[in-house]
C-alpha cells in the first residue's frame, strides 16, 4: 500500500555517521540563550545609570557584564555609552523592562541551573519593582 523508503535520512543518528552540520548541546543552547538575555539587560541598567546614576546600577551592570563574559567564553558585552537623554516617565519604562528582561532570564538560569545567574536576576527584579512601586501607586 506504501512506497517503502529507499533513502537514508536525514535525520539518521548512526553511530559512527558524519554531519554536516555542527551540533549544540541543551547546555550550550541555554548559555546562548542566557547570555542574549543577560546582555539585554545590562543594555537596559547601562541606559537606567545614565538617566539615575547609583552605586547599585553601578553594581549591577558590573556583575552582569560579569556574567555574559563568562557565558560568552571569556568575550565581553558591549556596553552602551552613559549619555543622558530622555526624561523621567521614559525612566518607568526602563524599570519595565529591565523586570521583564530579567524575569526572562531567571526562567533560563532555573532551566540552565545556573544559581549565580538566578540570584543575580532575583536581585535584578526586585530592584526594579522596588524602583517602580512610588510611581505605579502614585499614578493610582
Known sequence: MYEPIRTRSVHSTMAGGTSDFPHRSREEE??????????????????????????????????????????RGGRAAVRAPLTAAHPEPHLAALHRRA?????????????????????????????????????ELASR
Open 30 to 71: 541555554l548559555d546562548i540563550q542566557l547570555a542574549g538575555h543577560l546582555a539585554a539587560l545590562l543594555t537596559v541598567t547601562d541606559e537606567l545609570r545614565a538617566l539615575a546614576p547609583s552605586p547599585d546600577l553601578d553594581t549591577a551592570a558590573d556583575r552582569l557584564a560579569e556574567q555574559v563574559a563568562r557565558l
Open 99 to 135: 523586570h521583564t528582561l530579567a524575569s526572562r532570564a531567571l526562567v533560563v538560569a532555573a532551566s540552565n541551573a545556573d544559581t549565580a545567574v538566578a540570584i543575580l536576576t532575583a536581585e535584578r527584579m526586585d530592584a526594579h519593582a522596588a524602583a517602580l512601586e512610588p510611581r
